[in-house]
């Protein structure tokens, strides 16, 4: 995996490596003629002293816990499942999630047996203040298209979506639509949906829809979150991972 930038922990330093970044994002469909492997993708964290709440104390000492499903479609059958885990170094800073986090991710990607046609990532794509959130620079390094699904909005405004599943407002940033506000269960908050990399925005809120089932996350970020919370117990998660060869605890 050809490395696209050196790592850094400075706030200043990783803002300006976004700015450069943001004009290689490709905007535009550039997708394989069929996609039979989707991707999800997401990250927890847990305390390295089990007594603390990386929540309640975000300083606390913590692992990074990353997660890759993959999955068949149209089934959407889990065909893999990887987790990894490492110490986290950098601490939560809005705007700079995927320095944070992607270290991580990168270290369970390559541990795949099957590579995805294409990449689902709980948090943001270009709907970002520099353009460049997780999902457009997890697309950029591996060089694959990838869609950013928010549960909250980090930048933009956007209208009410009417409580109907499927209903879609655009997010607005500084002028320019930098994704799509969907409504993907009844009674639920929306989702923010922008596109990463290699992907339209029409086509990136398309194959979250195909995704949806009767969840308000989209199948492979639903799964993705689920083994990558600490709410999951513990023993089927480990035998999870185990079951792919690939545990890095």
Not at 105 to 113: F, G, K, W
Not at 128 to 139: D, S
């Amino acid at each position: 995996m050809e490395q696209l930038h050196a790592w850094t922990e400075d706030p200043r330093t990783a803002i300006q490596l976004q700015k450069a970044l943001a004009p290689r994002v490709i905007r535009e469909d550039c997708l394989p003629t069929s996609v039979d492997l989707i991707a999800g993708v997401d990250v927890g964290f847990e305390p390295l002293d089990p007594k603390r709440n990386v929540r309640v104390d975000p300083a606390a000492p913590s692992l990074t816990r990353a997660v890759i499903v993959v999955m068949e479609y149209p089934s959407l059958r889990v065909v893999e499942q990887v987790l990894h885990r490492q110490p986290t170094t950098m601490p939560y800073i809005p705007g700079l999630l995927s320095f944070r986090e992607l270290p991580a991710i990168l270290e369970a990607y390559a541990c795949l047996e099957h590579r995805p046609d294409l990449l689902m990532v709980d948090g943001m794509g270009i709907a970002h203040p520099r353009r460049v959130g997780i999902a457009t620079h997890l697309g950029l390094w591996l060089d694959k298209p990838s869609i950013g699904v928010g549960k909250s909005r980090l930048c933009g405004r956007h209208a009410e979506v009417p409580d109907v599943k499927g209903a879609m407002v655009p997010l607005i940033d500084k002028g320019e639509e930098v994704g799509r506000v969907m409504r993907s269960r009844e009674g639920v908050k929306p989702l923010y949906i922008s596109q990463g990399h290699r992907i339209s925005l029409e086509t990136a809120c398309d194959w979250v829809r195909a995704c949806l089932t009767r969840y308000k996350l989209p199948e492979p970020t639903r799964q993705a979150d689920r083994l990558a919370s600490r709410r999951t117990r513990e023993g089927v998660l480990m035998r999870e991972a185990r079951s792919t060869g690939q545990d890095q605890a």
